[in-house]
């Protein structure tokens, strides 16, 4: 393989699929899931309605539904009581109804499904995680029976749907993600909708067989063909570092990541892959229905998802690998492929990255 500059699109690949959650973070620090959001598409309401919220902190909460051009029905914020006993729901202390306040339904709608989620996810039992969980409640609000489904991977309450007991869905999942800026968070109220998916598929055409390259970072290999073409990284240390581009068509990295924070906080691997597979409001989002977490005996993290850049207006294919290999530090392989190619040539790009 010979070293290549590496082109434009390889650097917007490399932030989205990358560079996660390091720069959040500091050394030693513990992944809280402030900053979340997740909206959801609420079937409760006979017109096209989103109901969202939004984790500031432990103890403030902002909440809001939406009807695409139509004004803002309700956005409340909310604060909790700061230390709740023990397995106990933590109470409402304060709210400001920043709109809607003249609206008595909607703001007691609001404010009884906030509570809902909550006492259900405080019912719930997560030591299944990372694996889904399902949970049977019965809630007037929602008309009675009701399923909710939880997942790791989604923000604030876990929660990725609640359907009746026929399947019909009650609240959807749409974007889960973290706010990083006070612009993004005053706009999330404002939110309209989901970019839709486009499915196209195309064929990359191969220079035919070739002799495979066997790629090492740390304890992990992986065998890659000669069409993968290896990008200069200066500096960059043998083993430690890896890059590989097919054309336009894909992008392969292998890095060594120390998070010394994995071992000080129960299921830290878990919150650490929520970052990694997360909406950033406004930037980038991650498709719902894509997102995928498996965890084998070795406690290898495998993750797919696709990926909108709305910088772009692009839709990719986003999977990593973590491979834990001691003391904090862990193999990190990613792969990022435009969507039409990895649809095009699934088998080919799933048989690379499993």
Request: with cysteine.
């Amino acid at each position: 393989m010979r070293n290549k500059t590496i082109p434009l699109f390889m650097l917007i690949c490399v932030f989205v699929t990358g560079l996660w959650a390091e720069a959040e973070q500091t050394e030693g620090s513990a992944i809280q899931d402030t900053g979340g959001y997740v909206i959801y598409r609420d079937y409760t309401w006979k017109k096209e309605a989103y109901t969202g919220f939004l984790k500031y902190d432990e103890t403030t909460y902002m909440a809001f539904i939406n009807c695409p051009g139509e004004d803002i029905l309700a956005e409340i914020y909310f604060t909790l009581e700061k230390s709740p006993e023990p397995g106990h729901l933590p109470e409402i202390t304060g709210s400001h109804i920043e709109k809607g306040g003249d609206d008595v339904f909607t703001i007691n709608y609001l404010i009884e499904l906030f509570d809902c989620l909550r006492l259900a996810r405080l019912d719930t039992d997560f030591s299944g995680f990372p694996h889904n969980i399902e949970k049977n409640f019965s809630f007037p609000l929602f008309g009675g029976n009701v399923v909710f489904s939880y997942s790791p991977l989604v923000t604030v309450f876990n929660l990725f749907s609640v359907k009746g007991e026929t399947g019909k869905s009650v609240l959807e999942l749409v974007e889960s993600g973290y706010i990083y800026d006070e612009a993004a968070g005053a706009s999330l109220s404002g939110f309209t909708g989901a970019p839709k998916l486009k499915e196209k598929k195309s064929r990359i055409r191969k220079a035919g067989k070739a002799d495979p390259v066997t790629v090492q970072t740390g304890a992990v290999e992986m065998v890659l063909d000669k069409d993968w073409q290896e990008v200069s990284i200066p500096g960059a240390k043998s083993g430690e570092k890896a890059f590989f581009y097919l054309e336009d068509k894909g992008f392969i990295s292998f890095t060594l990541v120390n998070v010394p924070f994995f071992g000080t906080l129960e299921n830290s691997e878990i919150e650490l892959a929520r970052r990694m597979v997360s909406s950033v409001y406004g930037s980038r989002y991650f498709l719902p229905s894509s997102l995928k977490i498996d965890i084998n005996a070795e406690k290898r993290i495998k993750l797919d998802s696709y990926i909108y850049t709305r910088s772009e207006g692009k839709w990719v294919y986003s999977g990593h690998m973590l491979f834990p290999l001691g003391n904090g530090v862990f193999a990190k392989i990613s792969m990022t492929v435009p969507l039409e190619y990895y649809l095009g040539n699934k088998t080919y790009f799933d048989n690379l990255f499993r």
